[in-house]
């Protein structure tokens, strides 16, 4: 089973940015975790990749439904407000949960709602780093 793990917009300053909400660990250390969470589930892999980019999302989302069997997302601030992630989503036919690193529901209020949790299976927020493992389990639950 093949994952793609999407993290979007300043993700790439985990660590950096805002450490009481988002963790002090940089980013790098988060991508070895989600791949070691992955490996020891056994039968998954995965490819994490970053973009501060919504196109690039999108396109990454497309491509995903030829090349994986599911996705997890970070869409970041694009959670909030990108009907084009949105549409994406349900567009590839393939499961997508999404994730966050903190609770957005405990959060500013632009923050709390998600404009692409509708088009997901699921979303998984608040636990930090431990939210890609609980959506690598999910996925895994759901695929298998």
């Given at each position: 089973?093949?994952?793609?793990?999407?993290?979007?917009?300043?993700?790439?300053?985990?660590?950096?940015?805002?450490?009481?909400?988002?963790?002090?660990?940089?980013?790098?250390?988060?991508?070895?975790?989600?791949?070691?969470?992955?490996?020891?589930?056994?039968?998954?892999?995965?490819?994490?990749?970053?973009?501060?980019?919504?196109?690039?999302?999108?396109?990454?989302?497309?491509?995903?439904?030829?090349?994986?069997?599911?996705?997890?997302?970070?869409?970041?601030?694009?959670?909030?407000?990108?009907?084009?992630?949105?549409d994406a989503i349900?567009?590839?036919?393939?499961?997508?949960?999404?994730?966050?690193?903190?609770?957005?529901?405990?959060?500013?209020?632009?923050?709390?709602?998600?404009?692409?949790?509708?088009?997901?299976?699921?979303?998984?927020?608040?636990?930090?780093?431990?939210?890609?493992?609980?959506?690598?389990?999910?996925?895994?639950?759901?695929?298998?």
């Open positions: 089973m093949n994952v793609l793990v999407i993290n979007g917009p300043n993700l790439n300053l985990t660590g950096e940015r805002n450490p009481a909400q988002y963790g002090s660990e940089n980013y790098q250390t988060l991508v070895e975790y989600i791949k070691s969470e992955a490996a020891k589930i056994g039968y998954v892999e995965c490819e994490v990749i970053q973009t501060n980019h919504e196109g690039e999302i999108i396109d990454k989302l497309h491509a995903a439904r030829n090349e994986f069997s599911g996705v997890i997302i970070n869409a970041g601030a694009y959670t909030h407000y990108s009907y084009a992630i949105t349900e567009a590839i036919k393939i499961p997508v949960i999404e994730v966050h690193l903190s609770n957005i529901h405990a959060r500013e209020e632009f923050r709390r709602k998600s404009v692409i949790a509708p088009a997901c299976k699921g979303s998984i927020a608040g636990f930090g780093k431990v939210s890609y493992k609980a959506a690598l389990v999910a996925l895994a639950g759901i695929i298998a």
